[in-house]
């Protein structure tokens, strides 16, 4: 790539500025350049890479999800996808999950945008990162992100315990802030769609001071729909401020402040009939009360410091800080309709606050040996989570169906069951790893994680309290790259992670950590300098210690074990100029091997197909227009209690045109077959869920 491969003069030599890995991917007429007598190291061209809004299009150098440095795809030894800024306004995706449902290798399950759950490999999603700084993320407080902040979305498969070793076995979402740019550049984005869907984003940045060191930018979004669902009204609003200052050539500050708010009726989703089948009514019926409310508020606070040195090292040191509250109260169904209409009711409602801290240090330095460039990193990081969750959940009397949005208000924090507990969990490490070249075609990576954590669980009513901790807890990793040719690579990687656990054995004391394990290999390409990525991967997953029920006990026991296999095809970027495509398709077998059987197992399907293509039109009749179109599908999926259904496709398409260089419009269509299907299923009470009905949503947007 010829990006990564800067030619320099110095005494009387030509010299390379490399990265780990730019050698095996350079051009033939690049190659040349390697054959030198000497090769000098300067640093890593990648942490220089153009943000995906620049870039423009689908693919993108690098990323940083679970390497901690900037590396080609093709040398991460795992399967990555990165969601680039074009990608996500292609489709108007607005918030995490609805990115996710249209993502390769990633299964949605679905709730209130915002409140879905977000799964790979079988585990879902418990953190996300902001540029590498963790912080929980939970579907039933609300705490998936809004996009408008970011400039792409890199999601990771497979642990990763390297670098987020207390994190879940189904990897690492890492969200890319926008960064303050060196012109004054804005724009202002507007759309409104089917049940009152509306969108308003304003986006603005450029320097502040004449010499430009000091630079800035805001976002401001404001979403809000009526949904398909009756009653269904779903609110969110983003607020984004950053600064960068340039202390000096080599040094940056950069400070970042995110504000998100939502306000939704809730939809918990649908019962199924008296024997468990699932519902043919019409998809906008409601089972809830029509004061059902879920509001939540999050604040993040986001400090980063750089610095280049002479030698070819980068230094970072950066911290997060979260808090986070959540209130909800609704009523949803309590169990199958009757033949006669009736429905019995469930409540629930919980009042959570939630606070977290990431920090993180780490320095990298290319280095010259045997010939080649290889690369090391060290770091410490730290974090710290707290959260208090207070939940009730209740039983009401049974109503008509017709008359179930009609029944009056109850407070389930007053009348239900409450559970009340404190959470923490704190964790420290140190880690180190090394990409190694030993000859230019092969790069060995290995590295090595040391943490300290401890988790503590209180009962807020009683006082009693549960803790774990352990020191010294090691977590290794390491993989390898080998350069076929120019434009392929073979691949292979051993990667773990554990994760603390709140049950209790039979001394009522916390259960060891379950501990996860990947062996995955493939084969990753890049063609058209980088423009096109592709991979071929198998993985094999598992889960072991996880902490099961005992027969006839009310403890648990660390006996449950997990596995799960599969493969992945994925394939993104632009093929040819103006055509842009992202599609995969993955194949899993889960088993539960011992322990509880497992309902989230039963929901994620055999097979995912996900594929989405669009094209711009240069030059003739059709000058400015763009045309898009794809389609998401899944094989057939069941619940733990025998809820069971088919698979499905959707087809959504785009029509965009240009009408000047700055104002240019789109119609997109989702659903366009208006395909019938669920798209999730759960017990006979509640949470299946209908897919949307077709939509056509305009939207706008002026640059400047």
């Known amino acids: 790539m010829t990006q990564m491969l800067r030619h320099i003069a110095t005494t009387g030599l030509t010299s390379c500025l490399l990265w780990a890995g730019c050698s095996a991917h350079a051009q033939d007429n690049e190659a040349d350049a390697l054959t030198l007598e000497m090769v000098t190291v300067e640093g890593n061209l990648l942490y220089d890479m153009l943000p995906s809004e620049q870039t423009r299009g689908y693919a ?76 929980p993320m939970a579907s039933i407080n609300g705490t998936l992100p809004n996009l408008a902040a970011f400039d792409r979305v890199e999601v990771m498969r ?99 402040y995110l504000r998100q708010e939502r306000d939704i009726t809730v939809n918990n989703g649908l019962a199924t009939d008296a024997d468990g089948n699932l519902l043919d009514i019409d998809r906008s019926t409601f089972f809830g009360a029509d004061w059902n409310d879920f509001s939540m508020d999050s604040d993040d606070v986001i400090g980063e410091l750089t610095h280049r040195f002479e030698n070819g090292g980068y230094g970072r ?158 977590t290794p990793y390491g993989g390898l790259v080998f350069d076929l040719d120019a434009h392929h690579s073979l691949y292979a990687s051993y990667s773990e992670v554990f994760k603390p656990q709140t049950a209790n054995d039979e001394n009522n004391d916390l259960i060891e950590p379950r501990e996860g394990t990947q062996y995955e290999a493939g084969i ?36 449950g074990k997990r596995t799960i296999k599969g493969a992945e095809v994925e394939i993104s970027g632009s093929p040819i100029e103006q055509f842009d495509l992202i599609a995969g398709y993955t194949y899993m077998d889960t088993e539960v091997e011992r322990g509880d059987p497992d309902a989230t197992f039963l929901l994620m399907p055999d097979h995912i197909l996900n594929l989405w293509a669009q094209y711009g039109f ?41 009408f000047t260089d700055q104002l240019s419009g789109q119609l997109n269509v989702n659903n366009l077959l208006d395909k019938a299907y669920y798209n999730r299923v759960g017990s006979t009470g509640t949470f299946n869920f209908y897919g949307a009905p077709r939509s056509l949503v305009a939207s706008l947007r002026y640059d400047f």
Not at 69 to 96: F, K, W, Y
Not at 104 to 117: H, Q
Not at 412 to 440: C, D, H, M, W
Not at 646 to 653: E, F, L, N
């Open 618 to 658: 240069e030059g003739g009749t059709l000058d400015g227009f763009s045309v898009g179109g794809g389609v998401t599908a899944l094989s057939d999926f069941s619940s733990s209690q025998g809820v069971e259904a088919p698979g499905y496709a959707v087809v959504d398409a785009m029509l965009g045109y240009e």
């Open 158 to 256: 497979g642990p990763s315990g390297l670098f987020n070793s207390t994190s879940e076995m189904g990897g690492i979402v890492n969200l890319v802030r926008k960064r303050p740019t060196d012109t004054f550049q804005g724009h202002i984005t507007g759309r409104y769609g089917r049940w009152n869907q509306h969108y308003l984003e304003a986006d603005v940045g450029g320097p502040i001071t004449e010499d430009g060191r000091l630079r800035g930018r805001a976002v401001a979004a404001d979403s809000d729909t009526d949904g398909f669902v009756d009653h269904n009204d779903n609110a969110s609003q983003t607020f984004y401020g950053t600064l960068e200052y340039d202390i000096d050539p080599d040094t940056t500050v950069s400070l970042a």
């Open 317 to 474: 040191v950066a911290a997060r800080y979260s808090d986070r509250n959540a209130d909800y109260n609704y009523a949803f169904g309590g169990g199958p309709l009757g033949d006669d209409g009736t429905v019995t009711v469930a409540g629930t409602a919980g009042d959570i606050d939630e606070t977290a801290f990431s920090a993180d240090a780490s320095y990298s330095q290319p280095f010259e040996a045997l010939g080649q460039v290889s690369e090391f990193v060290i770091g410490s990081d730290y974090k710290h989570y707290d959260t208090d969750s207070i939940r009730a959940r209740a039983r009401l009397p049974a109503t008509q169906l017709e008359d179930f949005d009609e029944i009056a208000y109850v407070d389930f924090l007053e009348t239900g069951a409450l559970s009340a507990n404190n959470q923490k969990l704190e964790e420290i490490g140190v880690y180190s790893k090394l990409t190694f070249r030993p000859i230019e075609r092969l790069a060995l990576i290995g590295g090595a994680r040391v943490s300290d954590y401890k988790v503590e669980l209180t009962d807020l009513e009683t006082g009693a309290t549960s803790e774990r901790d352990r020191n010294g807890k090691l």
């Open 60 to 135: 993108v150098d690098a990323a940083t999800v679970g390497t901690k440095t900037p590396a080609a795809l093709r040398d991460i030894p795992q399967s990555v996808t990165v969601v680039t800024r074009d990608a996500i306004e292609d489709r108007n995706l607005d918030t995490l999950d609805e990115l996710a449902r249209r993502t390769p290798g990633l299964r949605v399950l679905t709730n209130d945008a915002g409140r879905s759950s977000i799964y790979a490999r079988g585990y879902e999603y418990d953190e996300y990162n902001i540029d590498g700084l963790p912080a």
């Open 524 to 559: 990753k390409g890049s063609y058209f300098a980088g423009n096109l990525n592709a991979r071929v991967s198998a993985f094999n997953l598992t889960d072991r210690n996880y902490a099961a029920g005992v027969p006839g006990e009310t403890y648990s026991a660390a006996i």
